[in-house]
């Protein structure tokens, strides 16, 4: 009998399958789907784009992978900040970052742990824009 996978392992083998066309470091194009890395950090949108004001799906997936598991967010952690961000519902919404990042220090506390995590990962993965 195999020992299955622990946490930690499973965490690093977790993918990202992209449904669109991905264009490689190098300028090719890769068909879908894709499968990119929810472990590995990359800040996509930094190193490949020339506009400052958007984050890549590939950003935002390792931003919320991070938060999941590396700081404890729940699924109900996530919610609460978009709903508290939206004042109720983001249907046709567009939500920005110091909105999210407004509702996240008024939800968990401006000091506490959540909401530094929240602001410091938004900083590190380059979602914050």
């Known amino acids: 009998m195999s020992a299955s996978p622990d946490r930690c392992e499973l965490a690093r083998t977790a993918t ?21 890395s929810c472990f590995d950090q990359v800040r996509w949108t930094k190193n490949h ?10 950003d ?20 609460n900040v978009y709903q508290t961000a939206c004042a109720g519902s983001c249907t046709g919404v567009d939500v920005r970052w110091s909105a999210l ?4 220090a008024a ?12 602001l ?5 993965f380059r979602v914050n824009l």
């Not at 449904?19 to 194009?29: A, H, M, P, Q, S």
């Not at 784009?49 to 590939?58: D, F, H, I, L």
């Open 120 to 124: 410091n990962q938004g900083q590190n």
């Open 60 to 79: 935002w997936m390792n931003f919320y992978w991070r938060l999941d598991n590396k700081d404890s967010y729940t699924f109900l952690d996530f919610t």
């Open 49 to 58: 784009c020339s506009y400052g004001n958007r984050g890549s799906e590939w």
């Open 16 to 36: 990202l399958t992209y449904y669109k066309e991905f264009r490689n470091d190098n300028g090719t194009i890769t068909a879908p789907p894709v499968a990119k």
């Open 107 to 118: 939800k968990f506390g401006a000091g506490s742990s959540k909401a530094a995590a929240w």
């Open 101 to 104: 990042q407004a509702a996240a």
